[in-house]
């Protein structure tokens, strides 16, 4: 797949909210992640973590949101369970996302919706647990951006081979 993505949440509080999502962001490849206002998380209490991701890929812990820093053409796709979002079937994934989820109980905050390149929802009637919702978005990112063998029209198995990736031949430069 091509291009990267992270995964974080604002003003998350329960530790184990967060170390289960932060476990499945390593386990679907996240380049870092991170927090923003986490002011009561305690990362050296993160038992659900079983993959200690903090010491495989990058945390961030932003105090504000004005302290975010993304790289350069990474877009910020708030994830918010509101009427005009997108929903996220009919959503297509930046290749360059920094994924923020808001808090148990509450919405992401207006700071952070305005600076989201894009919010989405999962089409649901009620709002899922962080850790769910996340793990949701970031499978189907790697279900429609990953190279994987088309789904069958009928039920099973696909009866196409995944696609081989084909290179083109090497380029030089000619001097001019």
Known sequence: MRGYFAIGAEKISKIKNFGNLARTGHGFGASFCFTVAAERLRLNDMVSDTSNS????????????????????????????????????????????????GPERASLSPEIMEMCDHIIKIPTSFCLNVATAGAIVMYDRIATLGRFAPRPVRVGRPVEPKPIHIQGAQKRRTPI
Do not use: K
């Not at 350069?72 to 989820?101: K, M, N, W």
């Open 54 to 101: 903090l010491t495989n890929m990058p945390y961030y812990a932003w105090q504000s949101p004005d302290d975010i820093t993304l790289p350069d053409r990474c877009q910020l796709v708030g994830i918010e369970l509101t009427d005009d979002a997108i929903e996220l079937p009919s959503f297509r994934h930046p290749t360059q996302a920094a994924y923020i989820l």
